[in-house]
């Protein structure tokens, strides 16, 4: 297995090509929640997605809602949105998405919305289509945060059968 990360390294793209993984690549996964740091992990898959034959899959995983009863308001119930509902609204977002930041991709872009806990979803997708790498933001969460939140990145880190470049943003 091998791990990637370049947390703050003025050197970056040379110790990418020292390691001479770049003319490897031809699947690359890139999970994004919409969020400022998933952008800066598109400025990474647009530097590796090289050539034409280059597979950028981008993904976002919805998790289904916990809540079921409807919730109160000052006008009333207010009803938590389904999964169907939540897959729509999310394929939409990561059309815009994908339209906006990967413009300079001469490769294919998969869009792709699963269901699921993100790390696992992320690492299972990843295996199934045979991801030579994945790409994903990580927003530097301490000890105490990762503990309470858990840590979508760190999920990834420990469970991918490819290549993991974290970008911090």
């Known amino acids: 297995r091998q791990i990637i990360t370049f947390p703050h390294c003025g050197n970056t793209e ?3 090509r020292d390691i001479n993984i770049m003319s490897t690549i031809r699947k690359i996964v890139v ?3 919409f969020s400022n740091a998933s952008r800066a992990a598109f400025s990474w898959v647009s530097r590796l997605a090289t050539g034409d034959d280059v597979e950028v899959h981008c993904i976002n995983v919805v998790q289904e809602p916990m809540m079921y009863m409807p919730m109160a308001s000052a006008a009333g119930p207010v009803g938590v949105p389904g999964i169907d509902e939540l ?3 999310s394929k939409a977002s990561l059309d815009s998405f994908t339209e906006q930041h990967c413009r300079n991709i001469s490769g294919t872009v998969v869009k792709k919305v699963l269901v699921g806990r993100p790390s696992g ?3 299972d997708y990843a295996k199934e289509i045979g991801a030579d790498i994945i ?3 990580t927003t530097g969460h301490g000890a105490l945060e990762r503990l309470m939140l858990g840590s979508t990145a760190e999920g990834v880190v420990r469970h991918a059968e490819c290549a993991v470049l974290t970008v911090r943003d």
């Open 121 to 123: 979803r992320i690492t």
């Open 31 to 33: 999970p994004t929640d």
């Open 14 to 16: 040379v110790a990418i």
């Open 135 to 137: 790409v994903l933001a």
């Open 87 to 89: 897959q729509r609204i």
